[in-house]
Structures are given as C-alpha cells and as structure tokens.
C-alpha cells in the first residue's frame, strides 16, 4: 500500500501532518508525533503580534531602567529574548525528527516581522506556513484592498525565503479561485484551507469580551471539501485541507476533493499522538477494502474536474437538498 | 597571548571581571552600591564563563552578609579561592568573620564599593566610614582610585593575599567609582594567569581542612597564651607591604601601568602635599598637575596599600621638601583626636623623626581635614582651597571642605567659579527622566566614543530620590587624554534638556558654560519655542550667549513607533551638534551601537531605533535667538507660600536641586524631620489623571483604597458645605444608609497622582451602552490641572469622617479615613505601598512605625520631602528606620517602651488619683479602647487629665504630663519587604514572633529585594528567574505564614488586595485588635515582576487563582474558642500557573532562555502550589483543644 503524497515540493510518507498547534513544544513531542505515524510537522505559529509584543516588553522594561541609584534595573539581564526561542524550537525539532519541519508564521500587515520567514529558514525548517489571519474591520477598507494587502503580505515572505511557502487563508474571499491565483502569482507554493478564527464570546455580567476557543469537529470539513475540489488541477498549488480532520473516514474525503495532504489538530489534542496510529491503519484498511493501492489514486478523484456530479458543488442544488428533507 | 581590548565598563563590572576569573565561590548578598557585582558573577556563571582555571565559579546568594561572610570563611577553609561584594552595613556584618579569616592567615579578597555607614540618616553614597570601621579586623586594604584601577587592583590584591596569607580588602568609592562608565584598558585571561603564582594557589588548596590530613583551627586559648599566638602574626604583616609593591611591579612590567603603596604626584620640591585615598586622589591629581604647571609647588600623595600603613615607605614617598601637609578623610569620626588617616599620617611621621626615618628639610606641619562625606561633590574649587589654606601659616586643623559650616566653623572657604577642566575635553549635562531612557543612551554615546575613537570617555550619572518620575542628570566627558575629573561637570559646553516641563522647575542651565550648545526637546517648534521659555531661560540664554537646537523628540517618538522612548533621538542630535565625531561617522556608529545593544531582542527593535535617527536629523533645528527676553512668565516658585517655614527654607532649596548650598545651622543635629512634608512637592508628573462621572459611580470607594499614592479620595459630608464649591467641583447624593442624606465626592489629587491607572482598572461601574466609559475614565492632565487642583484643595478643606460614627469598618468605610500616608516617591502603580495606607487610614494617628530598610523606607522616609502625614489634630504615624536586619527587635523595642510609659503612667494616676478624682482616674485606668469611640472617649479623658495635672503642683503631675498620652492605645507596626523577613531579619523576626507582645508586622512581599533592583529572596517563587538566580530559581518559595503558625499565639494573615479587597481590610482590623504579634504577608505586584504596573491588580488575582499565593487568616483567638483557627479566604487553584508565569517577564524569561528546564521548574511550581493549598485546606478543618496560655484578646 503506497500511502505516500507529495506537498509543497516534499516527499512524504503519508497524507497525515500535524497541523499548527501547541502539540509540539519541544523535541520530545515531536518525536511521539513522529513515531505515531505524523508525515510531517507544522509548528505552532510565531504570531506578528508576538514579535511585536516582545518590542513593547522590551519598551516596558526599559521604561523602569536607568531612573533609580540603587536599581539600574529591575530584571536580569536577559540575551535570548524576542522570537529566540521559537528559532530554538524549529531547530531543536528538525534535528530530532527525520519527517519534514514546517514553519508557521502568523500575520496580516506587511512589514518587518516578515524577515523571521527568513529566520525560521535559516533556523531549519522544510516550508514554511504563512496563516494570514485577519478580521476586517474598517468600513473605508473594501475587499480590494484586503486582497491586495493579502497577497503584498505573501510576495514579501515569499521574496524572503528559497523554501516553499503555504498560505493559510480564511474562506471569506468574494472570489477564492481567484484568491488562490493571486497567491500563487505572488509566490506561494501551497494553500492550507482554512485557518479558523478564534471566536471571541461575550461575558455578559462583566460586560467584556472574552476569547474563547472551540475545537474543530468533522462538520467543519465540508466548507473545506467543496474548496478543495474546486481548486484541484485548476490551480497550480499544493493543497492541504485543516479544520474537521478528525477521522480515516475525513482523510479520505479530504484527499478525494483534492487536498495533497490533511492537517490533524483537534483530534490529536483530544486523543493524543497515538490517534494518528489509528488513523493511519484506518485508512490502510479501508483502502485496502476498497481496492485502492495509493493514495495518488484518490486525490482529486471528486474534484471539480472529475466529480460525476459537479454540478452539486457549485450550484449547492438547493432545490434537490430541499425536496430531500421530509422533516 | 590575546590582545587586550579597550572597554568602556563601570567600576563594578571592572572589578567583577577580575574577581570572577580569579575566585572559584562567590558567596554574595544584595547591597547598594555593590550589588552589581554580585549580579554579574551570577549572570556569568550562569552562562557557564570560567575562571582562569577553566571552571565555573559558584555563586551563592545568602540570607545576609553575615551569612555571606560565614560562607566565605567556610569555603576559604575548604581550600576553595573565595570571594564576595559589598559595601556599608553589609561589611560592618561581616566584620567578625573578619577578624577570624585574618587572624588564620586565609588569603582571599573581598571588594567593597565603599559607602557611608547609616548614622543619622542612612545614606547609599559614597564615603570611608565603612573601610575604616574594619581596621581593627587585620585585613589589608587597598585602595582603587579609577575604574582602571579597580580593575587593576582587583588582580595585584589577589596576587598580594595569594603571597602574604593575609586577607585583602579591595576598596574604591561607591557611585563615583563603581558607577562612573569610563574607559579603561582590559586584562586578559593571560594577564591574570602571569600574576597569579599557582604554587601560591595549590599552598592555599593544600590548607583546606581534610580528613586525609586533618588539623583543628579556631581552637579556644586562654589567657596563658592568646597573647603570644596573637603576635606570632607579626611578621607576615611586616612582609605584606614589600609582597604588594613585588605585585604591583610585576604588574607594572605586564602593563606598563606602575603603582606603589603610596603614589606621589607633583613638583619634586613640593612644599605643600595633599595625602589622600579614593577617586578624590584622582581629582587632586588633575589639580596638581594644572597647579604645577602654574608654578605653584604642590603635590598630592595617594595612598594605595593603607593597611598594613607602611611609615617607611609613607616617608619615602613624600617629597623632603614639603612645610604643610593637608591629610584629607572621607569619613567622621565624631570625639576622635582626628580622622583615621590623619592619625596614622601624623603617628608614622612622628615614628619616623624619632627613629630617624625622615630627612625633610624642616618638619612639615600637618593637618587633617574632612571631604566627600555620603558622595559630597570633591571639586578642583574645593581642592584648591585646600592647598590654600596649607600655604597659610597656621592652617586650620580638623577643618571641612566642601560644605559651609556656619555652626563650628571648621569648613574651608568655598571657590564656587573655580574650574580647571581644559578645552579640549568636551563636557556635556543632560537632564532626563528616568523613563525616558536618557542614560541608557548616554552610556552607549560613551561605548561609542570610548570603543570606536581614540577619545578617553567618562560618565557619571546623578538619579533622583523618587521612584516614580525620576530624574536623571548624566555628565559625560571626552578627551584626548585619561580623564581625572572625579567630580560633576559645572561648566559644560553642551547642555541637553529631555524634557520641556523641567525648564519651569530646575535651573537647567546652570551649567551651561558661555557660548555652550543648549539642546531642548520642546513641543513648541523652532520659531515659537523662544517665547515659551520662562524669563530665567531666556535670560541665561541671552547672557552666555547659548547656541539653541530644538526638536520634538515625543512627536519623532511617536512617528517611529518608539512610544515614549526619546532616547535614541536625543542622543543622535548630541551626536549631530556636538561635533565630537564627524556626523556621518557618528549616524553610522550609533546604528552600529544599536545593532549591537538590540540585536539580541529582535529586528523590529533595531528597525524602529534606525527609524528614529534619521527622523532624528529631519526634525533637529537650530533656532536664531531673539536678542530680547519676551517671556512673560518665570519660574513657579518651589513651595507655595503656605508652607511651613522649615520647607521653605530647607526642603524647598533640596527640592530644587541646590541642597548642597545649605549651611550646617540648617539642620537638626540629631537626624528628626517633620513629616508631612510631600504635600508641598507638587510634581506634576502624571499625562492623564482620572476623570469621575459621579453618575455612573456605584460609590464602592475601590479606587481610594488601590491608589499608591494616595491621590484619589473618597468623601461624604454635609451637603450645606458645598456652599462656595468651584464650579467644576462634582458632588451627587450618598447611596447608602450610613450616611444617608450627606453627599458623595471622588476627588483627584490632580499635581499628585502619577497617572498610573489602578483606579481605573479596579473600577467596577461601567456604561451599561458603552461598556468602554467607567464611572473613572482617564484624560490629560494639562487641561485639568488648574480647575482640579481648586477642586482638590476644596475637597481636603472639607471636614473629615467622624471617625467614631463609621460603626462597620470595610472596604468601602475604610476608604472614607484619612490617608495619613500620602504621594510618595514610590514607582507608579506601587504594589506597597496601598497597604501602608491602609493602615494608615486604620491606625494612623495612634500607629509607631518602625521600617526596615528598602522600598518602604525609601519612598517613606528619603528626602527631601516624606510622605507619612498628620490629621487635623497633629496626630499621624511616627516613623523610623534603624537597620535592614534588625527590623522587628527595633519594632518590639517601641513596643516594650510604649507598654513601659502606660504601666508609669497607670502607677501615677493611681497615686494621683485622690487628686484627679476618682471619676477621672477610674475611667483612665479601665478604659475600652478596642473602638474609634473607646480611643476617642480615652483622648478625652487624658486632656481633662492634662487640665487637672495643670493646677496640681507636684513631681508626679510633671511625670505624668510626658507621659499622659501613652495611656491612648498606640499601634505598634513594623513593616518591611520579603528580603528583610525571610531573610536578614528572619532570626529576629522569629524572636518577635516566639514573645508574642503586641507588635504588628506587615511583610511587604514581593518575592525580591525590589529597592536594589530585584534580586532573588526566600520569597521568590519556584520557577522565576530573578538576579541572584538567573537561572530561575529552583526551590519553593519558604513558607513563613506556615512557619509563624507553627507557634499557635501569632496572629496571621496572607493578603492580596487585587484579588479579595475585602479580606484585606478584614485582617489589617484582626491583626489590630489582637494583643499578641500579628503578621501580615501582603502580596506585592512590582516592576521587578515584568509587567506593566498597570496591570498589577490582574496579577493579584492571578497569584491567588493559581495557587501560587492563597489567602487565609490564622487567629489564635479562634482556637481559643474551639474552632479550627485557620481559615482559607481563596478556593482551591483554578487557573495553571502557567497561565500566570506566560504574562510575566520573571517566569517568562526562563521559559524563553531555556524551555526545557522551565518547563520541569513550571511542573514542579505547579505541584508545590497544589500541596500547599491541600495542606492549608487540611489545617482548616482542624479543631485544637483550647490550650490555658491564650493571649488576651
């Protein structure tokens, strides 16, 4: 059974990645996830916001230095603050593991942040995800203009970096085809669809606002499905398909819309490493069932392109899902 | 052998280098202005640099000095090469080791940063009276007069001890050397290792006690033999002056830098010498070679080797044609025939005439002289006048320099205008804040022009006496040769003012020499800021003929997203205008600096600063001065006219910057001030301050209670007396029942709050349609500062509370209390300090305070001005400080005088009684005074008991007299930080506690020694890093509530008021009102935590949240009537301290410089926290039997 894929240019064993998460922190997790069968690892992201934050800790430290006789400062000094860290983890994780290391960066504005894309290369990671992470507020701002934004954003870190580089976007584009194509156009090799927003929720006797973070289930993955298969073979981009992945059962929809690879999150936070295991035999079995030798074989096999029914991606068939329900 | 680098370090860090290399333990502890010594042997041995032997020192943080100095002892007896730091107190503690390593011959060195030893006043500046209070100890001492040369010293001191057997003191003058920046040529390691004689180092590992060849040393003799052991020392003594000057000319022939025991300086035929020790040398060095170059025959003799006092090579050394000698301490020593050196010069000449050492030409007359004293400035003016007065024929003796002493009339007279500094050394003043990061970007202009020219560079940096809106003078010097101005700039040819507002308060250009460069950062720009000037400024500026330069630095600040940080844009227009570097070369050099110092902490750090340059350049003006003043306003005076006439004519001339012009006969001679004194320092430094909406305010009182300053205030009074109220004045009816029908009034004090936003954030009334708007909102400062400050002296005229009719005492009443501690110079946003107010407000007019040294004793007791204050009657906290160890001994003292003064005057009264009536006596006697009523009824009665007493013509009226007022209950408290209570002053807090008398102890604890920047205490918690424990520290933080608990009769309380207000208020009244000890342990959130002080309140409730502080009351009382005496005000963890460690820099540190081991430290903490909570939860479900000896409550 050849379950091998290839994304972003890698050869990998399987179509199960870790996708962005806490799920690994260090090398001994990334080698539990390894040795459960993960095809290739994204870190957690390194957020625009981190890298700024760390400037205005560092603004806020000094702002007590310097002002007292007997306290020049108030901390020790430290040498290794900033994004360090996260350069350490890339590196310390590449060297434990034989599977690909992907990077992931987050952010929305183009600027200086976008030179840790080269950091996070030259600290050893195989790709690099870029998750544009973005809530449009502004009524002057027009959809244009976000698009433009967007894809400045991607040329930039594209421009910074020789590795591969995947966008992880929102499905909220007017257009997403044509999204994709702007990507490529910029310099993206891949697409991650979708990256899911933290949806903040309303503590009603403090009168705040209160982040909340829910994890994915299977439902979600429809939304991805009917993306992928439209973007399989029409756009030059490796796919991957996060948010919902949860079972064989998801992976292979996921592969036959016409994603390259799956990214796990939820599930393995729920289950644990060992879930990409079960996964995996899963996914050996039904294939096996099925008469399917590779997973080559399946991708895209529902796609746009390919599906004997297209029509029910595009046109949502309202009528016919109507006129099913009987309830 | 590597090639030796030029580096611009301070003393402390150039002393430190060496003594890292060369020792192989470090035992240290925290003291001002040594510390930095200890903390960069942490830091380095936590980065794993070796000594010269290729292993990595160990560093251990103490409980004290003393216990750093036993540590020492021991290592140094373990064969280990062992050192420590310090300085003051912390090596008057070490003195009995002292005696003890030098009479076993243990070579080691100690490096003091040499500071004034607290008498009347404590004092962290520099002076001798510490090094001369361990001359009896048998240590050599060595004297460091530079940076260079503390480094320098610290290697021959070494080499010395190694060879001698007799244990070194390595001295240099605290601030003016340890902390001057200046440049300075490094040893390498391979200059260390040729002074070093490893047969030397192994004959000290072979005298380490071991059981494979053991010895016994520290025996007990008796009288048939101390004495002969005693002097079978002598002969190492008699060698040890020969053994330094071998050392220095090793060093010498290493270095090219030669030194001997005494260093004579000037005209070979001197006929007056200055003999001298310490940076002051420096400054007479410098003098002497002007003078001699003016003809005058003048020398100065510095003293390096000034134990053991070798008169031989003294003699020696002094030229033989010298007539007067002027011997100059810095140090007192009040009934002393004169000062240590002036003694030891005198005898060692005396000697020497008798035994024929000496061949002058006549005998010289000598005299001694006191200088510097506490860092008092050392001046070409003043050494000029004393070499003036040697050329007199009877020269005073035992005379002061430096000061004017109107009262015995022993000072030298002043020469203010005197300057000797030559032209080709650049001299620049700046002012700044210390928030603005003024000397931050001056020490790095100094690396610049240290490191990357051929320029000798110096900095010395002058810091307020305030935390919060500190000030910061930095003076820098650059020029062509080494620089010997141990003293401040007077005469500077650039002047810089960081910021606009000092202008109206300081007299900024004072030191600006004629035809200077005067740099301001105004938001007025070039062709409108003349006229903004004050008069003064336009004056001086007309006068000396300035050349003015104005940017906007905040609005350049703000452009480059820099915030508040000016620092690198002032800098780059000092560079721009100064002309010290070509410009171009100076532009690059500063963004190489920047590259350099920020490299480390992110590119987006580096960006933002290259941003700020060349914003820097595009907004720098000259401005073309107006040949006429056309300011309309001067300069506010200091103090308004109101104040008391000691503030005006003492506290308003310290306020301003001028204190050294006071004259002797301005003080008290015993070291008591009044207090009360912050209400006429209106500072002014707040942006915003807070707005009250009086109608969405719930009336809670949460903001007066969380202020730090004292600055917002709650009221409620007759609404009759808002007759006359200014118009903006905001008043709205009091909800509650207490005080139904009165009206309601939050006040902010607008020139004294420091806009630090806790009011705001505690506040709890929202708009219910725009949750964003609270009942506080903040806004700037500027446009309210007239209206609220008529507003604000409305409000204090309104009468106070009737104490006695407030009948529950909670968060909300408490807040209507008098503050009786009120704007100290604490850090904005101060975790402290609200608590001491809240006792203030409780106890305040009957409370003793005795504090132990640091934050609180800083901000409650630095001058010039204090903030414990009085009420309408005169009546508020007395306060005093005495040491840092000795803190509860100091409180319980008041409290056995106090109980002592009550006993007498009970006796009296009952001896009077028949006099003062029955009525009067009886009631005296029985008082209840567990309430506001019982206190106020007893006052009463001890006034009706003065008027009687008046009319009874008796020795026992006039007794009673003195002591009437201790027949009203008084307060005892003693309030300290964690350093004292877990630490120092643990052994006598302990015994405080084991008494079980009346003292209330409140542990101020923020888990570090804040007041010296944040070193790691008993206190910290498992997995922050702190300096002393770089590395995160690995043990849980002790548990002293637990410990205190343990002895059944003490009262105690853990507290945080951002996490549970009320049971705050709640244990302050407990602790109170039970008459045995109490002790408080109040959580502090701090700048030494990492994070913004703003959020402070947030961190509380975390802390509590987390587990990692849980709160509980422990009260005796309770047992005593069968009930299980502690109780648990939180509830079990509910939030990881994970949660709590990522949102502060003292855990996140160790997260960000090595997760692994932060990860098991974060596991561990995590489990201590749980255990603790389920050992508490166990403890409060447990009944005791009620035991017979309970203290009466």
Known sequence: MDLSTRHLGLELRNPLVVGASPLVTGPDDARAMEGAGAAALVLHSLFEEEILAEVGAHLAAEAHAESFAEALSYLPESGHPGPGPYLDLVASVKAAVGIPVIGSLNG?????????????????????ELNVHFVATDPTENGHEVVMRTVETVGEVCGAVDIPVAVKLSPYFSSFPHMATRIRDAGASGLVVFNRFFQPDLDIEALEVVPSLRLSTSDELLERLRLLSLLHGRVDLSLAATGGVHTAVDVIKALMAGADVTQMVSALLIHGPEHLTRTLSALEFWMDDHGYESVEQMKGSLSLARAPNPQAIVRANYMQVLDSWDG | MAQRRMVTIDGNEATASVAHRLNEVCAIYPITPSSPMGEHADEWSARGRTNIWGTVPQVVEMQSEGGASGAVHGSLQGGALTTTFTASQGLLLMIPNMHKIAGELTSTVFHVSARTVATHALSI????????????????????????????????????????????????????TSHEVSKIEELTDDDLRSMIDEEL???????????????????AQNPDTFFQAREAINTYYEACPGIVQKAM?????????????????????????????????DAVHEYVEWATRHGEKVGVLKVRLYRPFSKEHLVAALPKTVKAIAVLDRTKEPGAGGEPLYLDVVTALAEARVEGLSDFVREPRVVGGRYGLSSKEFNAGMIKGVFDELARDTPKNHFTVGIVDDVSFTSLPLNEDFDIEPDDVTR?????????????????SIKIIGEETDNWAQGYFVYDSKKAGAITISHLRFGPRPIRSSYLIKKANFVACHQWVFLDKYDVLEYAEPGAVFLVNSPFGPDEVWDHFPVEVQEQILEKNLKLYVIDAYSVAKESGMGMRINTIMQTCFFAISGVLPRDEAIAQIKNAIKKTYGVKGDEIVQLNFKAVDNSLANLHEVKVPGKVTSTHRRPPI???EAPDFVKKVTAVMIAGKGDLLP???????????????????RNIALEIPVWDEELCIQCNKCALVCPHAAIRAKVYDPALLEGAPETFKSVDYKAPDFKGMKYTIQVAPEDCTGCTLCVKVCPAKDRTNPSHKALDMHPQMPLREPERANYAFFLDLPEVDRTKITKLDVKTSQFLQPLFEYSGACLGCGETPYIKLMTQLFGDRALIANATGCSSIYGGNLPTTPYSVNQDGRGPAWSNSLFEDNAEFGLGFRLAVDHANEYARQLVQKLAGQLGDELAGGLLTADQSSEAGIAEQRARVDALRQKLAGIDSPDARHLEVVADSLVRKSVWVVGGDGWAYDIGYGGLDHVLALNRDVNILVLDTAVYSNTGGQASKATPLAAAAKFAYAGKPMASK??????????????????????????????????????TSLIIAYSHCIAHGYGMEDGLTHQELAVNSGLWPLYRFDPRRAAMGEPPLKLDSREPKVSLEELARLEGRFRMVMKTNPEHAKELMEKAERAARERYEIYRQLSQIRPTPVDSEPAS
């Open chain 2, 201 to 219: 180092v192994q004959a000290h590992r072979r005298r380490a006690l071991s059981p494979d060849h053991p010895v016994l040393r520290g025996a």
């Open chain 2, 1039 to 1076: 548990d002293l509530g637990m410990m205190a608990m343990t002895y059944g009769h003490v009262y105690v309380a853990q507290v945080a008021f951002g996490s549970k207000d009320r049971q705050t208020v709640q244990a302050f009244q407990e602790a109170e009102s039970y008459h045995g």
């Open chain 1, 108 to 128: 929305f504005t183009p600027g200086g942040w976008t030179s840790y894309a080269r950091k996070i290369q030259e600290a050893g990671a195989d790709a690099l």
């Open chain 2, 249 to 281: 000319d090793r060093f010498a022939a290493l270095t090219g830098r030669a030194y001997r025991l005494f260093d004579y300086v000037g005209d070979p035929e001197a006929e007056r010498v200055v003999i001298l020790m310490g940076s002051g040398a």
């Open chain 2, 428 to 444: 620049a003043v700046f002012w700044g804040l210390g928030s603005d990061g003024t000397v931050g970007a001056n020490k790095n």
């Open chain 2, 125 to 176: 500046f520099g002076d001798h009276s510490d090094i001369y209070d361990c001359r009896a100890t048998g240590w050599a001492m060595l004297a460091s007069n530079s940076v260079q040369e503390a480094h320098d010293f610290a290697c021959i001191a070494q080499a010395a001890t190694l060879e001698s057997r007799i244990p070194f003191l390595h001295f240099f003058d605290g601030f003016r």
């Open chain 2, 664 to 682: 002797v006969s301005a003080f008290p001679p015993d070291g008591t001030w009044p207090t009360a004194t912050t209400q006429w320092e209106k």
């Open chain 2, 639 to 641: 103090v308004p006219d």
